[in-house]
C-alpha cells in the first residue's frame, strides 16, 4: 500500500528523473498465495498466465487516487507489461466524479490527465491496444520484447510488430516500437 513514509523515494525519482517502474506482479505480490515451489502447468497457471495483465489497471487507480502525482507531479511511472488501459481511464474519471466527495478525495485534475502525464506503459504483444493507441495515448505506449522470458518472440519480433502496427502510419509505428522508449530513457532513435 501507498505510504506517506514512501515520499521521500517519490521525491528523489521525481529529482533524479528516473522512471520508476512496476511490473505487473507487484499488483498481486500482496494477495495471499499459496506458494508451495515450483508449478509445473496445469489450467490454474494458464488462467494465471492469461489475466495477470489485470492487475496494472489497480496500480495505476492507486498512485493517482493516492494523490501521488499532485504530490510529485513530475514523477514518471512505467507500467511493464501493462497493455492498453482506455477503459480504466474511462472508469476512473467516471467513479472520481460520483464518488470523490464522500471518498475525501480531492485531486486538481481528472485521473486520465494524470495517467497521461505521469505514465507510460510498457506492452508486448497488444494488436487491440496499438489499433487503439489515441485512446491510450500514441506517448503513453511503448513496445517491449521481455527478452529473454519465454512470453518474447525473439527472433520473430520484427514480424510481431509488423503484425500489430498493420495499417498505423509508419511515424506512429515508429513513436510506439521506439521513439517513446528514446524518449523516456534518453538515447536517440
Not at 35 to 61: D, E, F, K, N, Y
Request: net charge positive; proline share 6%; with cysteine.
Amino acid at each position: 500500500a501507498l505510504s506517506p513514509d514512501d515520499d521521500p523515494f517519490w521525491a528523489a525519482a521525481e529529482r533524479l528523473r528516473m522512471p520508476v517502474h512496476l511490473h505487473i506482479s507487484l499488483a498481486v505480490a500482496g494477495e495471499k498465495r499459496q506458494r508451495t515451489g515450483v508449478r509445473h502447468g496445469g489450467p490454474s497457471q494458464l488462467a494465471s498466465l492469461a489475466t495477470t495483465l489485470a492487475a496494472m489497471p489497480r496500480l495505476i487507480a492507486d498512485t493517482i487516487f493516492h494523490g501521488l502525482f499532485e504530490r510529485f507531479p513530475g514523477l514518471t511511472m512505467v507500467g511493464a507489461e501493462a497493455g492498453w488501459v482506455p477503459y480504466l481511464l474511462g472508469e476512473m474519471d467516471d467513479r472520481y466524479r460520483r464518488n470523490r466527495f464522500w471518498t475525501g478525495v480531492r485531486l486538481a485534475h481528472l485521473p486520465s490527465e494524470y495517467f497521461h502525464r505521469n505514465w507510460v506503459l510498457g506492452f508486448i504483444r497488444d494488436p487491440y491496444g496499438v489499433q487503439n493507441r489515441h485512446a491510450v495515448g500514441l506517448g503513453n505506449m511503448m513496445w517491449a520484447s521481455d527478452f529473454p522470458h519465454h512470453i518474447n518472440d525473439w527472433p520473430n519480433s520484427r514480424w510481431l510488430i509488423n503484425e500489430m502496427s498493420l495499417g498505423v502510419p509508419a511515424e506512429e509505428k515508429r513513436q510506439l516500437f521506439c521513439g517513446n522508449a528514446a524518449r523516456l530513457y534518453g538515447f536517440g532513435a
